[in-house]
């Protein structure tokens, strides 16, 4: 006589704490965001000036990276209605107490590609300079040792760099 030992496989669930903690881990991480470009003989370069398709879950790089900003200024929010900071979506305010929603606020200099065409933005964790940039706030492709994890991206319509504008960006991620 013989037994038969069954194994079921179990498909688990991120939990509303889970989501928090995933949250909190980025808050404690250095994030990028990291601005991507399209090559000359991309196919969809023409069409893209006038349309930002929804970008692939799956990709886990941008198309052509031109350089990446450390995000400094990071925050916990909270959906509240007459919340200051106003989305299509809801109305947020922060708050101290970790949540699964961050809004994350960048900077870019001048000196940060200029003149270059922007058609992704992608936030980065984990990333790693090489010895001669470590420190830098700003990372150019060829200071990367190691880009990292691409957490999120967005396709855009492009964003025409300009060598005189400083420019400004805050997103908010739902994890």
Excluded: C
């Excluded at 037994?3 to 939990?15: D, G, H, K």
């Excluded at 969809?44 to 006038?50: G, H, I, L, T």
């Excluded at 929804?54 to 925050?75: C, H, S």
């Amino acid at each position: 006589m013989s037994t038969v030992s069954e194994r079921q496989a179990a498909l688990f669930t991120i939990t509303d704490s889970g989501h928090i903690a995933i949250a909190k881990k980025m808050m404690e991480s250095d994030l990028f965001l990291a601005w991507g470009t399209l090559p000359d003989n991309h196919p969809e370069k023409a069409s893209r000036d006038n349309s930002a398709p929804f970008p692939n879950r799956f990709e886990a790089d941008l198309i052509k990276e031109v350089g990446r900003r450390k995000i400094v200024q990071k925050a916990y929010l909270e959906q509240y209605n007459d919340g200051p900071i106003v989305t299509p979506i809801a109305n947020y305010r922060k708050t101290t107490t970790p949540t699964r929603t961050l809004m994350l606020s960048v900077t870019n200099e001048v000196t940060d590609a200029p003149n270059a065409k922007i058609y992704q933005l992608g936030v980065y964790a984990d990333t790693v300079a090489k010895p001669a940039a470590q420190g830098k706030n700003w990372l150019l492709p060829e200071e990367i040792a190691d880009k990292g994890y691409l957490v999120v991206m967005a396709n855009i319509l492009p964003i025409q760099r300009n060598n005189a504008t400083v420019e400004s960006r805050q997103f908010i991620i739902n994890f």
